[in-house]
């Protein structure tokens, strides 16, 4: 079945350190592959996505690549800030009759001033 | 404009009570899914809709464990004889369309605490 791994953290960084967490992902098909982060206090949101290999997802300075030769979709900024302070979560969507999104457990990050 | 709404945002009940999740999907979406974010289990699918129809419910942790749509917009999710392990915060979501390329729009969640 379809499965997401991700770097579990938690991640503690300097303001404007380089961020990276890594994602790496199994499924059937051709999935679309997203990042959604997670405020404190607050829900869900999709951060990037990207529904082809080789596209880059890009949104608030954070990218990320799909590659299919190495199955990854790693999270990338080179200068996190302390507004970037939350929960990333990596997921991906099968696409077929298979619609719902399969997550990574999280990576919580903290931004130190 | 307005987005995904889940109602109540906290939810305590005792052991063995039953209890109901209600989901305000953005206006015009056809498909709603329902998830469960959990401690020990991170973000779980438990069901989705297109229209008023789940044509899978396999997600679903138990046969304790309902939803149901009505008019292509309002959604319950019924938990009956609600045990400690239930307790996790319930997500819904909404897309324009079940196609996987469509971003899921979520609401803010309803935390559960079974006591």
């Known amino acids: 079945g379809d499965s997401v791994t991700q770097m579990e953290g938690p991640v503690t960084l300097s303001e404007e350190a380089c961020l990276t967490i890594?994602?790496?992902?199994?499924?059937?098909?051709?999935?679309?592959l997203f990042w959604y982060v997670q405020y404190p206090g607050e829900g869900l949101q999709l951060l990037l996505k990207a529904t082809k290999a080789d596209d880059k997802g890009s949104n608030k300075g954070f990218e990320a690549t799909y590659r299919k030769e190495t199955t990854s979709f790693h999270l990338e900024k080179g200068s996190v800030q302390v507004s970037d302070s939350a929960v990333y979560f990596c997921a991906l969507n099968s696409g077929g009759s298979n619609y719902k999104l399969t997550f990574g457990k999280g990576t919580l990050l903290t931004v130190n001033p | 404009g307005a987005g995904v709404s889940q109602s109540p945002s906290n939810k305590v009940t005792e052991k063995g009570k039953d209890v109901e999740l209600r989901c305000d999907p953005i206006?015009?979406?056809?498909?709603l899914y329902w998830y469960r974010q959990s401690l020990g289990q991170g973000l779980e699918f438990l069901i989705y809709f297109q229209g008023n129809s789940a044509p899978d419910k396999s997600g679903l942790p138990s046969d304790r464990f309902s939803a149901e749509r009505t008019g292509g917009s309002v959604s319950t999710l019924t938990i009956q004889r609600t045990q400690q392990e239930d307790s996790a915060v319930y997500l819904c979501?909404?897309?324009?369309?079940?196609?996987?390329?469509?971003?899921?729009?979520f609401g803010p969640g309803t935390r559960l605490t079974v006591t």
């Open positions: 890594n994602c790496t992902y199994t499924a059937t098909g051709y999935p679309s």
């Open positions: 206006s015009g979406h056809t498909a």
């Open positions: 979501a909404s897309s324009f369309d079940l196609a996987g390329g469509y971003e899921q729009y």
